[in-house]
C-alpha cells in the first residue's frame, strides 16, 4: 500500500528561539541559535498519529540550489492528531536573508527512504521580532542613564598625561621639551650623552641584556670600575655584575649558564677580522677556570684558521684545550718546569715535518724471542695499518734485532739465533691517526713580531 503524506504549517512557522523558559535562563543570557518548530501532519488526507522519523534542510530559495548546511535528524517524533513540535539547530545562518526549510518525514518504525514534502516551507519573523529591529529609545526598558537621548553624554573623562581634547578630537601631545608630552615609537637618543653619579643605564633581557651593531665602537664605556654593566640569563650572552673595589674593567661579564657566555664578540669578516681584542699592561685577556677564554674561527681550512689569536703574554689559570690546531709562530712550545736550586727553567718541545706519536716501555727477551703487545689505548690514537718504527736498546750483552710488526705487537730477535733472556727497551714511533697525509702543511698566520732569542 503507497502512504501519501501531507504536510501543512499552523500559523508561524518560528515561534521561540533558545532552549528552555526565560524563567530558567539567567537575565541577559544569550538565546543561541536553536528555535522550536510546530507543524501539522497528514497521513493520506487524514491527521497523523504515532511515532516519524524527520530529516530538515535550510535553503536560500524555495526551489533548488544547495542546502547551506548538513541535514538535522529528529527521530520518533510523537505526532498527536497531527500535530507535533521539534527543536531545531543550524548554527549561525540567520542573517536577515530568506530561509526555507524543505521537510522529509518517513514512519518511525521504517528504515527506508524518506518522502520529502512540497513545498518548502518559508521561514518568517513574528510581529513583535519585526518591531525589536527599529523600535526607539522610548520604547525600550532599562535603558542606561544618559542615553535617553540616544546621545552618550552621561560623564566626562579624565585626560591622562601625554594626551590633549580638542573640541571632539581625543589626541596625543607630542609636543618635545613638555614633561608631560608622549614619546613617539620613532623616538632614540642617538648621539646624546648622559653624566651623573650612580649607575647610568640598567639593562635586563633574557636573550641580550645590551646589544649593539656598529662599524666602529658599538658600545663605549668609560668607568673607574666598569665602562658597561648588564644582565644576562639563560643562554643569551650579557654581563651580570662589576663588583666596586674588586675589578676594574671597561667591560666585564659572567653567566650562570652552560651554554652561555659572559662577553662574546663576533666578527664575520670573510677574510680578516677580530671577534674580541683586549689590550692591557699586564694581562690583554685574562681567563681563570673552566673555559676562561674560549675562541671560535669561522673559517674552512682548519690548518690557517686560527679560533684564537693573543699578542703579548697571555696567563691561563687552569687548563687550556684547544678544539683545532695549535700553531707557535715566532717562539718555541715549552714546559715550564720549576727546578729546586735554578728556577723555572723551559724545557723545549721535539719538532717533526710530520705528526707522530710515540710510546717507551720495556721488555724481556726470553730463549732469544720477545712478542711485545702494543698498549691499546695508544693503538687507538695511531694508524698502525702503514708502517710504523720500533727502536730497541738491549740491556745485556746480546745483539737484538725487529723481526715483525703488526697492528697489535711487534717481535724482537736475538742476533744469530741466539737464546738470549735479556730485558731491552723500545720506543715505537707512528703517525697520528687522522693526520698521515700532513706534512709541513703552508700556513697563512696572522703576522706577528719575532720572539727574541
Not at 418 to 447: H, M, W
Request: glycine share 16%.
Amino acid at each position: 500500500m503507497k502512504t501519501r503524506f501531507l504536510f501543512t504549517i499552523l500559523g508561524a512557522t518560528t515561534l521561540l528561539f533558545g532552549a528552555g523558559t526565560a524563567a530558567a535562563r539567567p537575565l541577559y543570557a544569550p538565546v543561541g541559535t536553536a528555535f522550536t518548530y510546530q507543524g501539522r501532519l497528514t497521513d493520506g488526507g487524514i491527521p497523523a498519529n504515532g511515532a516519524y522519523d524527520f530529516q530538515f534542510n535550510l535553503y536560500e530559495v524555495d526551489v533548488g540550489d544547495a542546502a547551506l548546511t548538513l541535514p538535522v535528524y529528529r527521530d520518533d517524533v510523537t505526532v498527536a492528531d497531527g500535530l507535533f513540535t521539534v527543536q531545531l539547530d543550524f548554527g549561525a545562518v540567520f542573517d536577515g536573508s530568506t530561509r526555507y526549510l524543505e521537510i522529509a518525514v518517513r514512519p518511525g518504525s521504517s528504515v527506508g527512504a524518506y518522502t520529502t514534502l512540497t513545498p518548502r516551507q518559508e521561514l518568517t519573523a513574528t510581529p513583535y521580532a519585526l518591531y525589536s529591529a527599529v523600535a526607539p529609545w522610548s520604547g525600550l526598558t532599562g535603558v542606561p542613564a544618559g542615553f535617553a537621548d540616544g546621545i552618550d553624554n552621561g560623564g566626562g573623562y579624565d585626560i591622562g598625561e601625554g594626551l590633549e581634547l580638542i573640541s571632539n578630537t581625543l589626541s596625543v601631545n607630542y609636543t618635545p621639551g613638555l614633561p608631560t608630552a608622549a614619546a613617539r615609537s620613532t623616538h632614540d637618543h642617538w648621539g646624546q650623552t648622559w653624566g651623573g653619579a650612580g649607575t647610568g643605564l640598567t639593562l635586563n633581557g633574557t636573550v641580550y641584556g645590551l646589544y649593539s651593531y656598529g662599524n666602529a665602537a658599538g658600545v663605549s664605556g668609560t668607568s673607574v670600575y666598569c665602562g658597561v654593566v648588564g644582565t644576562s640569563s639563560g643562554s643569551g650572552q650579557g654581563t651580570a655584575a662589576c663588583a666596586n673595589g674588586d675589578i676594574a674593567a671597561g667591560v666585564y661579564g659572567t653567566t650562570d649558564s652552560q651554554s652561555g657566555y659572559g662577553v662574546q664578540g663576533v666578527n664575520t669578516n670573510a677574510s680578516v677580522g677580530t671577534g674580541v681584542r683586549g689590550q692591557g699592561t699586564t694581562f690583554g685577556v685574562y681567563g681563570l677556570g673552566g673555559t676562561g677564554v674560549y675562541g671560535e674561527s669561522l673559517g674552512n681550512d682548519p690548518m690557517t684558521d686560527f679560533a684564537g689569536f693573543f699578542q703579548g703574554q697571555v696567563y691561563i689559570d687552569g687548563d687550556l684545550a684547544v678544539a683545532g690546531n695549535l700553531g707557535v709562530s715566532g717562539g718555541t712550545k715549552s714546559a715550564l718546569v720549576d727546578t729546586q736550586d735554578f728556577g723555572t727553567r723551559a724545557l723545549y718541545a721535539l719538532e717533526s715535518p710530520e705528526s707522530w706519536f710515540e710510546d717507551l716501555g720495556t721488555a724481556q727477551l726470553a730463549n732469544g724471542e720477545a712478542v711485545v703487545g702494543i698498549e691499546p689505548v695508544f693503538a687507538e690514537t695511531v694508524n698502525l695499518a702503514d708502517d710504523y718504527h720500533v727502536f730497541v736498546t738491549a740491556l745485556g750483552d746480546c745483539a737484538l734485532y725487529v723481526d715483525t710488526k703488526s697492528p697489535a705487537s711487534f717481535t724482537v730477535r736475538a742476533m744469530g739465533g741466539r737464546s738470549c733472556s735479556i730485558a731491552f727497551d723500545y720506543r715505537i714511533v707512528a703517525k697520528r691517526l687522522g693526520y698521515e697525509d700532513t706534512r709541513l702543511a703552508e700556513v697563512n698566520a696572522p703576522a706577528m713580531e719575532p720572539a727574541g732569542k
